[in-house]
């Protein structure tokens, strides 16, 4: 059961407020973010735009990329290209498709770029917060349909910019990479989606590589308490996994609201974990399966 914060409007779960605030009552209570008066947490009018487009409709892959795919997932393959139009014509990209035998094929495509969406919308209220000095950027994928060569002729595809020195930074299961500044940026990242979803989402599977003025991440998961987010959405189980390994370090800001004691469903792993779909029953339990790359 949620409230309606009495300072910013917002309609949070129980969890997103103090015990103080909470027993004030409904149309009293106020969340962190406005006791503590962080008005940059707050919603903006205008936001920027922190994704990273394909800005071409043509890429090239000749077939040895195809054939010998650079990353591997459990159900999709990784090949290497370049664009051959528009601005990042010369500029490298990947190609993202299915494997034979990929039942979720055809949902998955809407649900992928449904993440990065919500990814999206985190993230620009992140960087808004001045955390960092260098911008948080997504891979925002396009889903493309192959030419040539046979056999991946007609099959979509996701393709996106490349992504130079690639790292994992956590998983969808509450694992984490805590050495060294960036990584914990991340954790705080995946601590604040959940803070400034009123408790609704967990950005997590944070992986991507490190340049100059930005970091450019790609394949969010995005976990809900609905389920809403596809095979990689592991629900309630996968929030409180998270924050039941997670520890706050410098980069988080002590009003965010997390849940009161999680408890531990998951084991922490470097891979992503996909939810397998049951039929419901009265005592029937997800299903968990996992994988590691990219997917």
């Known amino acids: 059961m949620g409230r309606v914060c009495a300072g910013c409007g917002r309609d949070l779960l129980h969890a997103s407020y103090t015990s103080n605030q909470w027993h004030k009552g409904s149309g009293f209570s106020r969340c962190p973010n406005c006791v503590h008066g962080h008005s940059s947490d707050t919603p903006a009018t205008q936001q920027p735009d922190s994704g990273r487009y394909n800005h071409s409709i043509t890429a090239s892959f000749d077939s040895h990329a195809l054939d010998n ?14 664009y051959t139009a528009g601005p990042r014509s010369g500029q490298a990209c990947v190609v993202k498709w299915f494997k034979k035998g990929a039942v979720f ?16 919308e985190i993230v620009n209220r992140f960087n808004g917060l001045n955390i960092i000095n260098k911008t948080v950027k997504f891979n925002v994928p396009a889903v493309w349909v192959l030419d040539k060569p046979a056999p991946q002729a007609g099959q979509r595809a996701l393709v996106e910019p490349f992504i130079q020195n690639y790292t994992k930074f956590n998983s969808n299961t509450g694992w984490t990479d805590d050495l060294g500044p960036w990584p914990q940026v991340m954790q705080a990242l995946s601590h604040f989606s959940y803070h400034i979803s009123g408790g609704n989402n967990v950005l997590c ?36 996994s998270f924050f039941s390994y997670h520890d706050c370090n410098k980069y988080c800001r002590p009003d965010w609201s997390k849940p009161a004691n999680p ?10 974990t996909m939810i397998r779909r049951t039929v419901p029953t009265a005592t029937s339990r997800p299903m968990y399966t996992r994988y590691y790359g990219n997917g």
């Open 205 to 240: 599977d944070l992986q991507g590589g490190i340049y100059r003025h930005e970091i450019v991440l790609s394949d969010p998961v995005i976990l809900s308490r609905t389920r809403d987010f596809g095979v990689t959405d592991l629900g309630p189980e996968g929030i409180a």
């Open 263 to 272: 408890q531990r469903h998951l084991n922490p792993i470097p891979g992503t």
């Open 69 to 82: 795919p650079f990353e591997s997932g459990s159900f999709r393959w990784v090949a290497r290209g370049v």
């Open 105 to 120: 094929e055809a949902d998955y495509f809407a649900l992928d770029i449904k993440a990065v969406g919500r990814a999206l």
